[in-house]
C-alpha cells in the first residue's frame, strides 16, 4: 500500500476537519475526493504533506510513518502536490520555476535538472514556454505549471487540489488529458475537485468528505449517485 492513514484526526477549536479519518491508496491508483466547501478536503491535503499536524492518528507512505516528518521530507520521499491557486514565482520564467522545484524537491544539483525540466515541461505542454516569465501565463497555463513543478519533485504520489477550478470546457478537456499521461506513467493520484465531470474521467474510486467523515467511498458513478452524496454534496433531497 502506498498511503495510509489510520484514525487520522485534527481539529480548530469547535471545528473538526479529520474526523477518525482511515484511508488506504494503493500504487498505481487515481482516488478522487468531493465534498462541499468546509468539507475538510484541502485539510486532508495538507495532514498528508506535513503542513498541518494531525491531533491524533498514524499517517505512512510506503511503508514509512510520516506522521511526524517535515513537510520537505515527505517531499523526497515521493510525495508531490499542486495548489488550488496557483503560486508560482512570477518573476522567474516557467523552466526557472521548473528547475526550483527539481533541485530543491528532487534534492538535485541544479547542472542535473535540465533533461528531466524540458521533459517535465515537455509532458505538461508547457515547453513552448519554457522562456516565459510565469506571470505572463494563462490560467490554464498557470494549472499546467504546478502540475509541473510537482512532477519536477519526482513524486510517486501527486496530490491535486482543484486544479481545474475556473477553467472553460475546453480548457479542461486539455487539462484531463494531461492528468490522464500522468496517471498512465504510474504516477499514484489523489484528486480533489468540484469539476465533477473532469474528475469522473480520470479517476477510478471516489471517496467523499464532510465535515472531515469519509460518508461514502468506492465505484466513481455509485458514489455520486448515493442517498447521502445526493443529499449533502448536491443538495437533492
Known amino acids: 500500500m502506498l498511503l495510509e492513514l489510520r484514525n487520522v484526526k485534527k481539529s480548530f477549536g469547535a471545528v473538526t476537519v479529520a474526523d477518525d479519518v482511515t484511508l488506504d491508496v494503493e500504487e498505481g491508483e ?15 491535503f495538507n495532514l498528508i504533506t506535513g503542513n498541518l499536524a494531525p491531533d491524533g492518528g498514524m499517517i505512512s507512505l510506503d511503508g514509512a510513518d510520516i506522521t511526524r516528518m517535515p513537510a520537505r521530507s515527505r517531499v523526497h520521499r515521493g ?3 499542486s495548489y ?8 522567474m520564467t516557467v523552466f526557472e520555476n521548473t528547475a526550483t522545484a527539481a533541485c530543491f524537491g528532487a534534492n538535485e544539483r541544479e547542472d542535473a535538472v535540465k533533461d528531466h525540466v524540458v521533459d517535465v515541461l515537455y509532458r505538461t505542454g508547457l515547453l513552448p514556454k519554457a522562456n516565459l516569465p510565469a506571470g505572463a501565463l494563462s490560467l490554464l497555463e ?22 481545474a477550478g475556473g477553467l472553460t470546457e475546453a ?19 489523489i484528486w480533489i475537485e468540484h ?15 464532510d465535515f472531515g467523515t469519509i460518508i461514502a467511498e ?20
Open 195 to 209: 469539476v465533477t465531470h473532469a474528475l469522473l474521467a480520470v479517476i477510478n474510486r471516489l471517496i467523499a468528505i
Open 142 to 163: 498557470r494549472k499546467r505549471l504546478e502540475m509541473a513543478r510537482a512532477l519536477a519533485t519526482k513524486p510517486r504520489l501527486l496530490l491535486l487540489d482543484e486544479i
Open 171 to 189: 480548457e479542461s478537456h486539455e487539462l484531463v488529458a494531461a492528468i490522464q499521461a500522468i496517471g498512465a506513467d504510474g504516477i499514484t493520484i
Open 218 to 237: 468506492g465505484e466513481p458513478n455509485a458514489v455520486m449517485a448515493s442517498d447521502a452524496v445526493q443529499r449533502i454534496y448536491l443538495g437533492v433531497e
Open 79 to 81: 510525495l508531490g502536490r
Open 84 to 91: 488550488q491557486i496557483p503560486q508560482p514565482f512570477e518573476h
Open 30 to 44: 487515481a482516488l478522487g475526493i468531493i465534498g462541499p466547501n468546509g468539507a475538510g478536503k484541502s485539510s486532508l
